[in-house]
């Protein structure tokens, strides 16, 4: 089955930019989506379609893709980023699957 | 302003059956898909299905295949993921979300419920 990769854990000091990757071999032909969840919250979408923000997100979060490799990026991290993040695409069927997830420590 | 409201927690034992449900309001609950999504306790996110409620057309996860029923009532609004008999692993959170279109075919969720806790346990 189609799997997507994402690092377990990335940590940052506050101020600074963080960097969640997501690879999956159909990415360059599907678009991605990550997800925003904080401890008993549900998930909140962040990024579509690669790179397009939903309107109440702030500027600091950022999308980007470069072949089967996906990037969320926050510049300028805050305490309140402290989350679990989860990258979203879809299979050669259309089938959607998440990523494993990846805890972003605001050290 | 959309909504998503689930049904609240349930506790039940292996082998009952259980239904839960989703009622959309603030938009058209006809015109997009509805989608569910597993977490297991401490674990990840995990998709389960899709369901377009204007003529129920339903797209399963293989994962989840065989093993629960998405279904919807358009008079009201409302989706339901079903068992017919649980199973300890089927102790999660489970969450409903409206479904859009990214590409054809493939979906992504941009407003979701606050989750439905399942628990089951002898």
């Known amino acids: 089955s189609y799997e997507l990769t994402q690092p377990p854990s990335v940590s940052v000091s506050p101020g600074q930019t963080a960097r969640i990757t997501c690879s999956g071999d159909a990415l360059p032909k599907q678009y991605a989506y990550w997800y925003q969840q904080k401890p008993g919250q549900a998930p909140v979408l962040v990024i579509y379609k690669d790179s397009e923000r939903p309107s109440g997100i702030p500027e600091r979060f950022s999308g980007s893709s470069s072949g089967t490799t996906v990037t969320l990026t926050i510049s300028g991290v805050q305490a309140e980023d402290e989350a679990d993040y989860y990258c979203?695409?879809?299979?050669?069927?259309?089938?959607?699957?998440f990523g494993g997830g990846t805890k972003l420590t605001v050290l | 302003e959309v909504q998503l409201v689930q049904s609240g927690a349930e506790v039940k034992k292996p082998g009952e059956s259980l239904k839960i449900s989703c009622k959309g309001s603030?938009?058209?609950?006809?015109?997009?898909?509805i989608g569910w999504v597993r977490q297991m306790p401490g674990k990840g996110l995990e998709w389960m299905g899709i369901?377009?409620?204007?003529?129920?057309?339903?797209r399963y996860s293989p994962s989840f295949q065989g093993q629960v029923t998405i279904s919807a009532d358009k008079s009201i609004s409302t989706a339901y993921l079903q068992w017919s008999s649980l199973k300890a692993s089927d102790t999660a959170m489970y969450y409903c979300?409206?479904?859009?279109?990214?590409?054809?075919?493939?979906?992504?969720?941009?407003?979701w419920g606050q989750g439905t806790l399942v628990t089951v346990s002898s």
């Open positions: 979300a409206r479904a859009v279109s990214g590409v054809v075919a493939s979906y992504y969720f941009d407003y």
């Open positions: 603030g938009y058209s609950f006809t015109s997009y898909w």
């Open positions: 369901i377009y409620p204007g003529d129920s057309d339903t």
């Open positions: 979203q695409s879809a299979d050669s069927s259309g089938t959607g699957v």
